[in-house]
């Protein structure tokens, strides 16, 4: 559980302050927030989606405000963003809340910049609003802020990663031959809040051929004795930060072929998170596992990126990829999960997330990564 002091140094003040300074720096004149993770990461507010609008105001010069529809300006002012001293402007049914923002922006705005997941009917209704100012993504403004995390932020995600484990841990309970992926995955979600979490964000249960589908989520196929499974979960706390960990098991004995391909991609992942350092870039990162998966022959296997950032969103920057020259610095977390999927017969995933440190790295999944091979 988050204790209080934690949950202040999730939301500090300062944020806005930096957001503002980095606007000013981006040659924007304003940063227009709506909600969502952005929105969540600066305020601590987790505003609701609505077709009225809601929206953090940061200009480049100047104080910030919420505007947010009247009904929701309590809820707005008892979540953290009522004790950072933000003024918070509710307004009316019949009131255009896009022109009254307009309007108490600076004169001469002539650059905006809008968080990347804003509803495309906002935007077009922020271009009536100021047709002649260009409209950006606030993503080129924020995502520097966002990418290091602070020691608070590191100690949710590290929580979150402790409860999905306790889900992973849990599998032989559900994982049974004779049951569908459906039904497992049924179990598995309802694990999932019991261990911690305020949400579900995912559940993948990839059986026989389909565990070679790395984004297959569930079917009613019925698990078989010697199939290999593929589980990947995640969820989000009520801190805000997410979880996302897979593990493959087998549910009694796999194919021999299965387990070589498994030695492999173990052997690999192993190397990617033991090479996790500030100053490697993601794309060299990358190549630590490739190279392995590769040489053994399933090069052609591995279909996708070796990892994604993760935070507020379960997916963000950094992605670890390759033609990515950043390099990772202290604070970046990311998912590290080599794959390697033999199409109509079986595949295998492996993955931790992981933040690079002052001097390294930190696993923050810590189950076992040898193959589990549950009762058939």
């Not at 809040?193 to 790395?214: E, K, L, R």
């Not at 593929?230 to 072929?257: K, L, N, Q």
């Not at 998966?293 to 935070?311: C, L, M």
Request: aromatic share 6%.
């Amino acid at each position: 559980m988050t204790d209080i002091q934690d949950s202040t140094a999730l939301h500090p003040a300062d944020r806005l302050e930096l957001a503002r300074r980095a606007t000013a720096d981006a040659g924007v004149d304003a940063l227009l927030v709506s909600p969502g993770a952005d929105l969540r990461y600066l305020t601590g507010y987790q505003a609701l989606p609505l077709e009225r609008l809601t929206c953090l105001v940061v200009p480049a010069e100047g104080e910030p405000f919420l505007v947010a529809p009247a009904l929701e300006v309590a809820a707005a002012q008892a979540s953290p963003a009522g004790g950072l001293g933000l003024e918070i402007t509710g307004f009316a049914e019949t009131d255009d809340a896009y022109a009254l923002i307009a309007r108490r922006l600076p004169a001469g705005v002539r650059r905006f910049a809008v968080d990347n997941h804003m509803w495309a009917e906002k935007l077009l209704a922020f271009q009536a609003a100021l047709p002649d100012a260009q409209a950006c993504l606030a993503g080129d403004v924020l995502t520097e802020l966002r990418l290091r995390k602070t020691p608070a932020e590191v100690a949710a995600l590290r929580r979150a990663g402790g409860a999905i484990d306790r889900v992973h841990r849990r599998m032989g309970e559900w994982l049974l031959a004779g049951r569908t992926e459906r039904e497992v995955a049924r179990d598995i979600a309802d694990a999932i809040v019991a261990a911690g979490h305020a949400t579900v964000d995912f559940v993948i249960v990839g059986s026989g051929p389909n565990s070679a589908s790395p984004h297959h989520e569930v079917s009613d196929r019925v698990i078989r004795t010697g199939d290999p499974v593929v589980v990947d979960i995640g969820g989000t706390t009520a801190d805000g930060y997410c979880s996302d960990s897979t593990r493959t098991y087998a549910v009694g004995e796999p194919p021999a072929a299965f387990r070589e391909l498994y030695e492999v991609l173990l052997r690999a992942q192993t190397a990617q998170t033991d090479a996790v350092r500030p100053g490697i870039t993601a794309e060299q990162l990358d190549a630590v596992g490739r190279d392995i998966i590769t040489a053994a022959g399933y090069g052609e296997h591995f279909i996708h990126r070796t990892g994604h950032g993760i935070g507020m969103e379960s997916h963000e920057e950094p992605y670890i990829v390759a033609g990515s020259s950043r390099a990772l610095a202290p604070g970046m977390a990311f998912s590290i999960e080599p794959g390697i999927y033999l199409p109509g017969t079986f595949g295998a995933r492996i993955e931790d997330i992981a933040v690079c440190t002052q001097d390294g790295g930190e696993r923050l999944n810590l189950t076992g990564r040898d193959l589990v091979v549950l009762p058939g």
